[in-house]
């Protein structure tokens, strides 16, 4: 199991990864499936501002629920290649981080900050 601090770090490292991916991997071609994940990553990274954890500036979020809506996030971005078709030009990218945007949330303790819920 991972605390709340290492999910924070994690939180910011994805963010920003899903930002810069599209250049990365050669898939930003200004179709969804470059799009999904900036703004996947960019609502990560403000959640993790809001969030009720260490690495947040304003706990707004409960941790309870971002952690459900990072599995959330994970699940849409693991089936998009799929669902938005786009599954020809690229996928691994899109499978892996949304499979690790739901590990990552089961395997977080609940509660390990003292103002988590």
Same mark, same amino acid.
């Not at 990365?24 to 969030?51: D, H």
């Not at 990218?93 to 690790?100: D, I, K, S, T």
């Not at 303790?109 to 819920?117: C, N, R």
């Given at each position: 199991?991972?605390?709340?601090?290492?999910?924070?770090?994690?939180?910011?490292?994805?963010?920003? *990864?899903?930002?810069?991916?599209?250049? !990365?991997?050669?898939?930003?071609? #200004? =179709?969804?499936?470059?799009?999904?994940?900036?703004? &996947?990553?960019?609502?990560?990274?403000?959640?993790?501002?809001?969030?009720?954890?260490?690495?947040?500036?304003?706990? *707004?979020?409960?941790?309870?629920?971002? !952690?459900?809506?990072?599995?959330? #996030? =994970?699940?849409?971005?693991?089936?998009?290649?799929? &669902?938005?078709?786009?599954?020809?030009?690229i996928w691994w990218p899109h499978v892996l981080v949304g499979l690790m945007e739901i590990?990552?949330?089961?395997?977080?303790?609940?509660?390990?900050?003292?103002?988590? =819920?």
């Amino acid at each position: 199991m991972i605390d709340t601090k290492t999910h924070g770090i994690i939180d910011y490292l994805t963010g920003v *990864l899903l930002l810069i991916a599209p250049y !990365l991997f050669g898939f930003a071609n #200004g =179709g969804i499936e470059q799009w999904l994940p900036q703004l &996947l990553g960019a609502m990560i990274l403000v959640m993790s501002l809001l969030t009720n954890y260490e690495l947040s500036v304003a706990k *707004l979020i409960p941790l309870k629920v971002h !952690l459900a809506v990072d599995i959330a #996030g =994970g699940v849409l971005l693991a089936a998009s290649p799929w &669902l938005f078709g786009f599954s020809q030009t690229i996928w691994w990218p899109h499978v892996l981080v949304g499979l690790m945007e739901i590990v990552v949330p089961l395997v977080t303790k609940k509660g390990t900050h003292p103002t988590t =819920g």
